[in-house]
């Protein structure tokens, strides 16, 4: 690949690396120039490009991408179409998802080009969890390589899901005068609900002293109907021969370990009676909160059998304690709470090239341009319309008299499009789970077309960047995730979320709206082509 500046006058064929926005004129990275590119680049006085041309035997961003992601099994995995580079996986089961490291280290070291990035080994997934992506971070890539890479995937199991499988499952509690039946009832619900993911049931429980001989009566007797047995104790287990071992032993079975590495979770015991796994879990596993319990039940669930080996190399990213983000089990009781999505109309901008006009107060249909934008946003019905007001503020705000929004006074709007971006984000608040962010310059964007907007980014569960797309070409609004917010508050200068959209490794959901997405009106010219009348 051969990157660098070219002149426009023998472009024909290259690929932008960086985007060109002229008059008349918008051209993405990685877009192909045309004759007609080159004639209309000329004609608005760009002289040069920089742009890359392909060798021979190089690979495109996207076809070297689908043909890594092709080596990949996929077997309970599901895969994203390429784009930019980039394709994401994501789980098709409830499972186990597991990563070899040595294997996707290999991987990363064939080039610095090409990158895969996955969840850590043995996490818990969802089925359409996002659990890897692999981007091709330049515009191509030599093809040698990328089958290099390839290589090393198709030659291991370097990742997978194994799906969880559906246990009958015993529960044993045992009781103290000092444990509540109260507290024993919060630990079977808890349990029902760790469980819930699998589809295994918990087939019953039996409450007994705690006592080796009375334990160890009431484990056999559960082996004899489930897959997998867990026995909570009243009182935590302070040695190898204490009541729960001990019952276990006592029923036929095998101590394969006591203790882990893993904080909460420590006084966890494992062991086996014939081929049932026996599970002594530990005080913590009576919390919500992910702990030791959670990893080896997990395990269990999705085939495998740990054991010492496996439990002794848990220390690493063992401690749990004081991590609130940590995921707890899904009450399956609660019903999920509706995304929460606001819409963000940028109305801050200067018109520098309005010659003193404001583009906002141009007549639309009798209506002032940045009260018809703000209207498309309402009729979207989000959970709340901020419009961010900075340059000619009074003028733009009257024109908004009555509509039932939070106004947002940018005082450096001056500086470029991300202060805007920024003042409305940090006004989002934090139960926002994502915004659409659309130009109060755009005339011909309806509230339907921004509805269907949220509805695609409830569809993706929220996790996904949607934008509005004119005969397959980007344009706006854009529906952005709240896991883009961090970056956004970064942004500098007069950029928008151009880079973050294309950088933030989310899926990307195209939505086609048609020439709304591309009209915006920066000139009295534009406002008039538009349809619009100039005021102000």
Same mark, same amino acid.
């Given at each position: ?5 070219? $002149? +426009? ?43 890359? &041309? ?5 690979? /495109? ?21 390429? !784009? ?36 850590? /080994? ?45 246990? &009958? ?11 509540? $039946? ?99 879990? $530990? ?15 997990? &395990?269990?669930? #999705? ?12 220390? =690493? ?25 606001? !819409? ?43 419009? +961010? ?21 940018? $005082? ?32 011909? +964007? ?39 917010? #961090? !970056? ?12 973050? =959209? ?35």
């Amino acid at each position: 690949m051969i990157f660098g500046e070219v $002149p +426009v006058s023998g472009a024909l064929g290259a690929r932008l690396a960086h985007g060109v926005r002229v008059a008349g004129l918008s051209l993405h990275k990685g877009h192909v120039v045309t004759q007609a590119d080159c004639d209309g680049l000329l004609a608005a006085g760009v002289a040069t490009l920089i742009a890359v &041309r392909l060798e021979a035997g190089d690979l /495109d961003e996207d076809a070297a991408a689908a043909l890594i992601a092709g080596a990949i099994p996929p077997d309970h995995l599901t895969f994203t179409p390429p !784009a930019t580079g980039r394709i994401n996986l994501h789980a098709a089961a409830n499972g186990l998802f597991v990563a070899d490291r040595a294997a996707i280290d290999r991987f990363n070291r064939v080039d610095p080009a090409i990158t895969i990035a996955t969840l850590p /080994d043995h996490a818990s997934v969802t089925a359409g969890d996002m659990v890897a992506t692999i981007k091709i971070i330049p515009l191509a890539v030599a093809g040698d390589l990328a089958r290099k890479a390839a290589a090393v995937l198709a030659s291991s199991r370097a990742l997978e899901v194994k799906p969880f499988v559906p246990r &009958r499952v015993g529960l044993v509690a045992t009781e103290l005068p000092t444990l509540k $039946p109260s507290v024993m009832d919060k630990t079977r619900r808890l349990l029902e609900q760790r469980l819930h993911p699998s589809g295994s049931r918990l087939t019953g429980e039996v409450r007994v002293p705690h006592q080796a001989s009375g334990v160890a009566e009431a484990i056999r007797a559960a082996v004899a109907d489930n897959d997998l047995v867990l026995v909570f104790g009243a009182s935590a287990v302070t040695d190898g021969n204490d009541v729960i071992p001990a019952a276990i032993r006592a029923a036929g079975g095998v101590v394969e370990h006591v203790g882990m590495p893993v904080d909460p979770g420590n006084l966890l015991v494992l062991g086996r009676v014939g081929a049932v796994p026996v599970i002594g879990a $530990p005080g913590c596993a009576r919390s919500p909160k992910e702990n030791g319990f959670d990893w080896i039940l997990a &395990r269990i669930l #999705a085939g495998e059998t740990p054991g010492p080996t496996e439990i002794t190399g848990m220390g =690493v990213g063992g401690l749990l304690a004081e991590i609130p983000s940590r995921p707890q089990p899904r009450d399956v009781r609660a019903e999920e709470r509706p995304l929460s999505v606001a !819409a963000l109309v940028l109305a801050a901008g200067r018109a520098s090239r309005m010659h003193g006009r404001h583009k906002l107060l141009a007549a639309f249909d009798g209506k002032a341009l940045v009260r018809r934008s703000t209207e498309a946003a309402l009729a979207a019905r989000p959970a709340r319309v901020l419009v +961010v007001t900075g340059h000619r503020a009074q003028e733009v705000e009257a024109e908004l008299s009555g509509l039932k929004v939070d106004l947002v006074r940018n $005082p450096d709007h001056a500086q470029g499009m991300s202060t805007s971006l920024r003042v409305g984000v940090a006004a989002l608040g934090p139960g926002c789970d994502g915004v659409a962010v659309m130009l109060a310059d755009m005339p011909h +964007v309806t509230g339907e077309d921004v509805r269907r907007l949220l509805d695609a980014f409830a569809a993706a569960g929220g996790h996904a960047i949607v934008r509005a797309v004119s005969g397959g070409k980007r344009g706006n609004p854009v529906v952005l995730p709240r896991t883009t917010f #961090a !970056a956004i508050l970064q942004l500098e200068g007069d950029v928008g979320a151009r880079h973050i =959209v294309e950088s933030a490794g989310l899926d990307i959901v195209d939505v086609e709206i048609g020439a709304a997405a591309h009209i915006d009106v920066d000139t009295p010219e534009a406002v008039l082509a538009a349809g619009g009348v100039l005021k102000g």
